[in-house]
């Protein structure tokens, strides 16, 4: 019998990184069960990610809904520790840094069941963060590290992990994205919305950015300066509505919010922009690969590769009126570089390195 693998999943952006993941154990041969935690329960969060993506129906969904991250992580560690020990599959892989990934890290470990990270070795060297909590608990916890850039590994290197069970793979969310960019024409949203003709696109939902109200009054100044100079789309996270509803951000006459997008409407609208103001680290990777100028509100990122060798640059809140007249008068870059490996095997690449793991030949 074929080795089993379980995948946990639980918020949007695991989607993209699993689907490649899932496709190429299942060409492999590998027995596989897929577990989402329900952490995004929202299906414009969730649901339409897996009939977009052609992703299988999860086999388990945990559904264990919002809440403190310390309820969320013991919830899903309760959930799951009942499924490991039915199932004792041979490998747990997980993804990103979401609560559901370092809840499944902790829950499998403790079963003494082997544990694969993809998207390892990432870092923002901000523990404010709570993504750099679960990423630095999943890679200390994980057998195998699969890095999606080479700061990555050397990250990895020097936190004194073993060389032999970091591997440098690629990045499976960019397979995602570039099989299904013929699907992602700028049109396929405009059909359905009224867009301005030319127009920046926003996202914003991190804590940083969005729970404390005195940085968030200040955001929105400066992203209604944007917005005097282009017009700004918004596709409004579920957790970042309440607090922008109370600024008026969402009311003013240039800043044209939207229900969160599916996977391939949400790339169609970045296709078609100007340029991209967030906080989110998929979309700088993304904006890297189509050639979008990214502005990136934080003071870090974890994905330094995306400056070096991308379009994304950081930006303070002070400085980004500024920051985006200076793009918009370079307009788009013609040429530009992108990550080693960002090449749309990313999915192979991990399914060799997993199937070698489990002694799997097929």
């Not at 990270?117 to 890679?139: C, I, Q, W, Y």
């Not at 696109?201 to 950015?209: C, E, I, Q, S, Y």
């Not at 729970?211 to 100044?221: H, N, Q, S, T």
Request: aromatic fraction near 4%; charge should be negative; glycine fraction near 8%.
């Amino acid at each position: 019998m074929s080795p089993s693998v379980v995948h946990v999943t639980g918020a949007r952006p695991n989607f993209p990184k699993a689907a490649p993941v899932i496709s190429a154990l299942a060409a492999g041969g590998i027995r596989q069960k897929i577990v989402h935690t329900g952490q995004h329960y929202d299906d414009r969060m969730s649901a339409v990610f897996f009939e977009q993506l052609s992703l299988p129906k999860p086999d388990i969904n945990l559904g264990v809904g919002s809440g403190t991250h310390a309820h969320q992580t013991a919830s899903i560690m309760m959930h799951l520790e009942d499924l490991l020990v039915a199932e004792r599959p041979d490998l747990v892989v997980v993804y990103g840094d979401v609560n559901s990934t370092v809840a499944a890290s902790l829950t499998a470990a403790k079963l003494c069941i082997p544990l694969a990270h993809v998207e390892a070795g990432l870092r923002s060297f901000d523990n404010t963060m709570p993504e750099e909590v679960n990423r630095l608990v999943t890679d200390r916890l994980s057998d195998l590290l699969l890095a999606t850039s080479p700061d990555a590994v050397a990250h990895l290197g020097r936190e004194g992990t073993p060389a032999h069970r970091i591997h440098l793979v690629g990045n499976p969310m960019i397979d995602t994205l570039l099989r299904h960019l013929d699907a992602t024409a700028p049109s396929r949203v405009s059909e359905h919305v009224r867009l301005p003709e030319r127009f920046a696109v926003a996202t914003l939902h991190r804590p940083g950015n969005i729970d404390d109200a005195v940085e968030l009054d200040k955001i929105v100044r400066a992203i209604t300066e944007v917005a005097e100079m282009l017009p700004l789309v918004l596709p409004v996270h579920p957790r970042s509505r309440v607090h922008l509803e109370r600024t008026g951000l969402l009311d003013h006459p240039h800043v044209h919010p939207l229900e969160p997008l599916g996977y391939l409407e949400f790339i169609s609208l970045v296709r078609g922009s100007e340029l991209v103001i967030t906080d989110s680290g998929g979309v700088q990777e993304e904006t890297t690969v189509l050639g979008i100028p990214c502005l990136t509100l934080r003071p870090n990122t974890e994905r330094p590769v995306t400056i070096t060798h991308g379009t994304n640059r950081l930006t303070k809140t002070a400085q980004l009126a500024e920051d985006v007249r200076v793009q918009l008068s370079k307009g788009r870059p013609s040429t530009w570089p992108v990550p080693p490996l960002w090449d749309g095997r990313a999915g192979e690449r991990i399914g060799s390195v997993i199937g070698a793991f489990l002694g799997h030949t097929g």
